[in-house]
């Protein structure tokens, strides 16, 4: 959770402000249930998942019924770690992005075109 809180405290504060009240959770493994809802069968395959309504499906009125919130799944991390040699606190950070980046309302897709660049 240290590295967690760490990428955390790194991310500008015009982001982080829109962060403010979405919960963190770091779990070891990601559920069997939340593996069946998103069609993944290993729990190595999932280092974060974002949970909630991102904000820009939100209207001026909406009640939340549940909070946002972004798991990261320190199994899983750690395998990636161990499997590519990349700085522990970088990969966390990346990860923590990535989720951060859903609750913007961020596609997959889109997050990895960010990611890549400009061709």
């Known amino acids: ?8 405290g790194g991310i500008p504060a015009g982001l982080s402000a829109h962060v403010q009240g979405v919960g963190i959770v770091v779990e070891e493994a990601a559920d069997e249930q939340t593996l069946a809802e998103l069609g993944i ?31 990261l799944y320190r199994e899983a991390i750690l395998l990636e770690w161990i499997e590519t040699g990349e700085d522990l606190f970088r990969l966390v950070r990346n ?25």
């Open 1 to 8: 959770m240290a590295l967690a809180e760490r990428a955390l």
């Open 41 to 71: 069968e290993s729990p190595w395959d999932l280092a974060g998942l974002y949970r909630g309504v991102p904000l820009i499906h939100r209207g001026q009125g909406d009640i939340r019924q549940q909070p946002d919130m972004i798991f």
């Open 95 to 119: 990860v923590l992005v990535h989720e951060i980046a859903h609750h913007f309302g961020f596609s997959d897709a889109e997050i990895e075109a960010l990611e890549a660049g400009p061709e």
